[in-house]
C-alpha cells in the first residue's frame, strides 16, 4: 500500500452521546492516528432521522477515499440499527455484520470480514500458543456480536479452528456441568462475575469478553468495570485469564484496523481487475 500511496481509511458514524460508545470512538480515532490511517469522525445528533442516517452512510459507500464504515451501537432506539447496517457496503463493512459477511464467515470464504471482537479473541489465542484443535470449546452468549461468530470461528478447518464447540446462554440448563468440562471457555453473556470457580477447571483458559459497570464508592466514578467471569476466584485455577478491561477490548480496536487494512486492499484489487 505504501507503494502505491494508497492510504487506508475508516470512517466512524456516532449517534449521540452515550459515554461509552463516545470513549470507545475515540480509542479507535486514537489508534488511527498512531498508525496513520485516513479516519474520519460522523457525529451525529440523538434525534437524527434513520433518512438523514442512511444518506450518510450512502455518501461513505461512495467516498473512495474512505474504505471502511462502523456505525456505532447502541443505536437510539427509534433508529433500526439491522436497516443501518444493511446499507453498508459489505466491501467495506469492517464490524462484520452485514449479511454477506455473515455469510461468507459460516461458508469459511477468506474475503469476508469477521467481526472484531471474535477475531480478537481468536487472535488472543493464536498468539498466545494456545492449540485450538481438538480443543473442547464452550462459548457462553450467543449474539451476533461475539457468541455465534465466535463459534464459526473456532469450528473453521485451518489454523486457530477445529475446535469441538458448545454455545451456552441464559437459557441453558446447569450451566456449570458444560463450562466446567471445557478446556477453552469464552465468557461474553454480559452479566457481571456470573462465572466462578465452579465453572472453570483447573487449567483451563478463559477469555473474558464482558464489560460491565459495578457500583464501587471508592471510585472517583462511582463504579468499576468488572468482566462476566470473577476474575480473582477464577484466575488462579486457570492456565490463562484475560483480565477486564484491558484484556479484549485492545484486541478488538486491533482486528478494526486490521479488517480496515483488508478493505482497502480488496476493494483496489477488485478495481485494478475491472
Known amino acids: 500500500m505504501a507503494q502505491s500511496n494508497l492510504k487506508p481509511g475508516l470512517a466512524v458514524v ?34 437524527c432521522s434513520e433518512e438523514v442516517l442512511l444518506g450518510h452512510v450512502a455518501a461513505l459507500n461512495a467516498d473512495p477515499a474512505i474504505h471502511g ?42 474475503t469476508g470480514f469477521v467481526p472484531c471482537t471474535p477475531l480478537g479473541c481468536q487472535r488472543l489465542l493464536l498468539e498466545s500458543g494456545i492449540e485450538t484443535a481438538g480443543a473442547e470449546v464452550v462459548v457462553v452468549g450467543r449474539s451476533m456480536i461475539v457468541g455465534k461468530p465466535m463459534a464459526m470461528l473456532l469450528m473453521a478447518k485451518g489454523r486457530g479452528g477445529d475446535a469441538s464447540v458448545t454455545v451456552v446462554h441464559s437459557r441453558s440448563r446447569d450451566l456449570a ?6 478446556d477453552i471457555v469464552i465468557a461474553a453473556l454480559g452479566r457481571p462475575r456470573c462465572l466462578g470457580p465452579q465453572h472453570i ?39 490463562a485469564i484475560t483480565p477486564v478491561p484491558g484484556g479484549v477490548g485492545p484486541m478488538t480496536i486491533a482486528m478494526l484496523m486490521s479488517n480496515t487494512l483488508k478493505a482497502c486492499a480488496q476493494i483496489h484489487q477488485w478495481r485494478a481487475q475491472d
Request: contains cysteine.
Open 14 to 47: 456516532l449517534v449521540g452521546d452515550d459515554p461509552a460508545s463516545t470513549a470507545y470512538v475515540g480509542s479507535k480515532e486514537r489508534q488511527c492516528r498512531e498508525l496513520g490511517l485516513h479516519s474520519v469522525k460522523l457525529h451525529l445528533p440523538a434525534n
Open 69 to 110: 464504515i462502523l456505525v456505532q451501537c447502541p443505536l437510539p432506539p427509534h433508529l433500526n440499527y439491522a436497516a443501518v447496517v444493511a446499507a453498508i457496503n459489505p466491501a467495506k463493512d469492517v464490524d462484520g455484520f452485514h449479511a454477506v459477511n455473515v455469510a461468507k464467515l459460516a461458508l469459511e470464504d477468506p
Open 177 to 182: 456441568a458444560i463450562t466446567s468440562r471445557a
Open 201 to 239: 477447571r483447573e487449567g483451563a483458559v478463559v477469555i473474558d469478553v464482558g464489560i460491565n459497570r459495578v457500583p464501587d464508592a471508592a471510585s472517583p466514578r462511582g463504579y468499576r468495570l468488572v468482566g462476566d467471569v470473577d476474575f480473582e476466584v477464577v484466575a488462579p485455577r486457570c492456565r
